[in-house]
């Protein structure tokens, strides 16, 4: 009786699963759907750093696909892991986009997409849209191209990474602004964590008091243009090594939408620099006025210290059986 049981519950295991055939790899389906033509047409037509959103998921599970960029290849705002970094959540929820406390939402971090300004500030030059998307017009996105329906639109208002302020306002008193106000006043200047002050030293305050006036999205792109003035132009980037040149007429502060973390490091014209967190999370270094070279470096915290445990731990268990072998050789004898 068991082993029909066996037989019986692994013929329907096997006979009535869903799979994938050889024609379904090959189809225009999933994560191979025209999106993918759309991303490559970018990657050939663009060689700089941008991030591309996608209003729609290509994969074929219950749930509504966030991680496209990794499959697809390409950078992107939305995140879902169970372990999202700890500073973009920050991020996310100092802007009211989510709310930190809610678990779910901090796994499945939906991105920049409902925020057309953050959008612009974070690199995101493309849009990919799983049908006719022309409001997106109205944001300042113009059309490139479709894919059979599927519609690839650039941003004319997007920035480069690495951007420079030299205004500053603390976080306790950023927050307090609404969240409207908090996207146009980024476009500005930067927010200095509370623990880091005294980066404030030697920069102009905002003045509160001007988010009393009323939000116009034509303001807002001459803030966008404007801060396309001072940048870092990019010589190298790979994911954990970023280099780069700027000239600059005062000392400004630069700013980077990498999620500040412990494992980069900077050095600035040669000499070992600070990275603070501005921004609610993200990354920034102050910069001199006249032309600097900024080297970005990344490496995973104790990955040093682990590599050193992990070898000796290898010598400990080589020397434990040479020992071993040693004494059976002398036992033999």
Known sequence: ??????????????NDRDV???????????????????????KQMDHGFYRITKDYGS???????????????FYSTPSYFSFNQKNYIKFLGDMEIIDPKNESATRWARGLQSRPLL???????????????????????????NFNNIFLYRN???????????????????????????????????VVADQDKDLMAGFKKYNIADTAEPFAFEKSTQHLLDL??????????KES????????TEPKILFLSIPFDEGWSVKVNGATSKLFCINCGLTGVKLPAGKSTVDL????????????????????????LSVSKLKKGSGAA
């Open 228 to 237: 396309r003035k001072d940048t870092l132009n990019i010589t190298s980037f």
């Open 156 to 190: 004319k208002f997007s920035l480069p990474l690495g951007i420079t302020y030299n205004q500053v306002l603390d976080e306790g008193t950023f927050k307090k602004i609404s969240a409207v106000k908090k996207d146009d006043y980024l476009l500005t200047g930067c």
């Open 1 to 14: 009786v068991i082993a029909l049981e066996a037989i019986y519950f692994s013929g329907t295991t096997v």
């Open 241 to 248: 090594h970023i280099k780069g040149e700027i000239n600059l």
């Open 119 to 145: 959008m612009s500030l974070a690199s995101c030059k493309y849009w990919i849209a799983g049908k006719n998307a022309d409001f997106l017009l109205n944001f300042g996105y113009e059309p490139v191209k």
């Open 297 to 320: 470096q990344f490496e995973p915290r104790y990955m040093k210290q682990g590599g050193m445990v992990s070898l000796a731990g290898i010598l400990v268990f080589v020397g434990l």
């Open 59 to 73: 994969g074929m599970a219950v749930h509504h696909s966030i991680n496209d960029a990794k499959v697809q290849g």
């Open 20 to 42: 994938m055939t050889g024609e379904d790899v090959k189809s225009k389906v999933g994560y191979n759907d025209y999106s993918l033509d759309a991303v490559n047409y970018v």
